[in-house]
């Protein structure tokens, strides 16, 4: 059988059950790291610990040690008589004097060996103990301090504390020198932290080492300069941890070594590993149980998942065969939405070209009216000169020529309008002032017949980049609404105000009048499609919304309303990507 089909052969929730426990057996592993890397570092902080309690006992013993000596030699000095024998350099009176000393300081100090004199020369006076040699060693590179642990060829290693005798003038006439064995810094340490400590000096031709007692580790010790490794003594487990001494020079120096019992943080960590495992075990019989006894469900739920599944596939199938009908009977029918839309939006513009084309007729009216007068006052008068037979050939002429231009300015009429409605293809970049000049020319008649003021302020000449003429037919829908709305409402001295300036980084035409304000709430809806606030003879509610679709459709800009004191106030607002032109051009007509 192949690996392949006897994997085909194990049942799923055989698999299940392996997965878990290789999902269960990863777990462990990490929290048996996780548990005993805790425990190893509180075990860790704990050693830290230990080592700097041994540093700081060592280091006040020996200051302790150091001040205690010293001043105990400078009291020998200051001794009677003791001072007066240094200077003549008598033995005898040394010895004689300071043996009762001696005698105290001995019994003092089981580990004090020498008690020792010398002479301004480093020469050996008297001594009292352990034979110190006849010359004081060091003495040529002595410098203060002079106490500190150092090699002797009689003492061996050993801790001197030294003494300085001066006589009245303050020159040095001798030396006190007490000498220690350093088992006894080891004993104080012992006494305050009860460890196992030794002290290691080992240089190129000695290896001594000091203990306390006598142990089975002291050898280890003396051939191994760097000890870290953990050793068993008496059913205890010991780790070696080294503080280095300082002796009087760096050939001196030495390594403090104590023994830390671990033997409880090595059990600490067992205990821990062992409750880790017990507890995953007991997790995973638990969890084992609860697999065994669940899976039966979760496969009849799978299976009846599976039977869901099945049925679902199968009602998908079926649509499936009728997709494709029902997307092109969607898109369809998105089609048709889109070209009654389009074609709803071609019957506003229409109508509201048809509306504006109305309006232009009536300016038209306005525009043709004075100077149809002053064509029949022409007439008439060359009739008058003609019946008086006045007429010469020289009035003829004149009065032909002012036919001419009357009738010349009612074509010039004519091509504005005729203009004004052609549609541009192309966006052109032009003055804001060109659109407004040209509304004015096509608004002045009608404004000037009904005793409506119209001022143009031009603080900024900008340019923009837009359809000219629909920028136009846009300036006069709001024009030609605030006309109506001013001539409905009866208000006298009506004005109407053009302004064009750059505000925040916008270029923004504004059309404001004085009729009193729009009473819609909200005012936005009155850029709805067939909604007017006039007579239903008078309006057709589609201005205001081809204006907006003229502006924010087809020219990118934003059209905005809104009411103050006097009235409406209508804005057009640019992005300011124009060229600007000129500043400050006022008009009132």
Not at 100 to 115: D, G, H, M
Not at 388 to 413: D, H, R
């Amino acid at each position: 059988m192949s690996l392949t089909d006897f994997a085909t052969s194990i049942s799923v929730k055989t698999k299940t059950i392996i997965l878990v426990f290789i999902l269960f057996v990863f777990s462990a592993a990490l929290f048996f790291f996780v548990r005993y890397k805790d425990v190893k570092d509180f075990t860790a902080l704990i050693q830290q610990s230990e080592i700097k309690r041994v540093e700081i006992v060592y280091s006040q013993t020996l200051k302790r040690v150091e001040k205690f000596y010293i001043t105990r030699g400078y009291a020998n000095i200051n001794s009677y008589g003791i001072r007066e024998a240094f200077e003549k350099n008598d033995k005898k009176a040394l010895h004689k004097l300071s043996y009762p000393r001696w005698q105290i300081i001995s019994k003092e100090n089981k580990y004090l060996t020498s008690f020792c004199f010398y002479d301004e020369k480093g020469d050996l006076l008297t001594y009292f103990g352990k034979y110190p040699g006849k010359k004081l060693s060091y003495f040529k590179k002595m410098k203060k301090p002079y106490s500190g642990f150092w090699y002797d060829a009689n003492e061996g290693f050993m801790y001197h504390a030294v003494s300085e005798a001066r006589d009245k003038k303050g020159d040095i006439v001798g030396y006190v020198v007490f000498i220690i064995n350093p088992k006894y810094f080891l004993e104080q340490i012992k006494n305050i932290m009860d460890v196992n400590v030794y002290m290691l000096f080992k240089n190129t031709n000695h290896t001594i080492l000091f203990s306390l007692g006598h142990d089975r580790y002291i050898n280890y010790l003396r051939y191994d300069s760097n000890p870290t490794k953990e050793i068993e003594i008496d059913d205890k487990i010991f780790l070696p941890y080294i503080v280095e001494g300082k002796g009087i020079d760096d050939r001196n120096n030495f390594k403090i070594i104590f023994l830390q019992d671990i033997t409880y943080s090595k059990a600490l960590i067992h205990k821990a590993i062992i409750q880790s495992v017990i507890a995953v075990m007991l997790f995973m019989l638990v969890v084992a149980i609860a697999i065994n006894y669940g899976f039966d469900i979760i496969l009849k739920e799978l299976d009846e998942s599976n039977q869901k599944l099945k049925n679902s596939q199968d009602e998908l199938k079926e649509l499936n065969k009728n997709l494709q009908k029902r997307v092109e009977k969607e898109i369809g029918l998105k089609l048709k939405k889109e070209r009654e839309a389009n074609e709803k939006e071609r019957i506003l513009a229409h109508q509201s070209k048809l509306a504006s084309m109305g309006e232009m007729i009536g300016n038209i009216a306005h525009q043709w009216r004075q100077p149809l007068t002053a064509l029949s006052s022409i007439l008439i008068n060359i009739e008058l000169f003609f019946e008086k037979g006045k007429l010469t050939k020289e009035k003829l002429f004149n009065k032909v020529n002012e036919a001419n231009e009357q009738i010349t300015f009612m074509s010039k009429t004519i091509d504005d309008f005729r203009n004004f409605f052609a549609s541009g293809k192309q966006k052109e970049r032009f003055s804001v002032s060109i659109p407004i000049k040209k509304v004015e020319n096509l608004m002045s008649a009608s404004l000037n017949n009904n005793d409506i003021k119209l001022h143009i302020d031009i603080k900024e000449n900008f340019e923009l980049f837009v359809y000219p003429n629909e920028i136009a037919q846009a300036l006069l829908n709001l024009i030609s609404n605030a006309k109506d709305v001013i001539l409905e409402r009866g208000i006298k001295d009506g004005c109407i105000i053009i302004t064009a300036y750059i505000q925040d980084g916008k270029h923004i035409l504004s059309v404001k009048d004085n009729a009193g304000g729009i009473k819609v709430t909200p005012v936005e809806k009155i850029f709805e499609p067939y909604f007017s606030t006039k007579h239903a003879t008078s309006g057709t509610g589609i201005g205001l919304y081809m204006t907006k679709t003229i502006i924010e459709k087809n020219n990118n800009g934003k059209i905005f309303v809104q009411n103050d004191d006097n009235g409406a106030v209508f804005m057009i607002a640019f992005k300011k990507h124009n060229i600007l032109v000129g500043k400050s051009e006022k008009q009132t007509i």
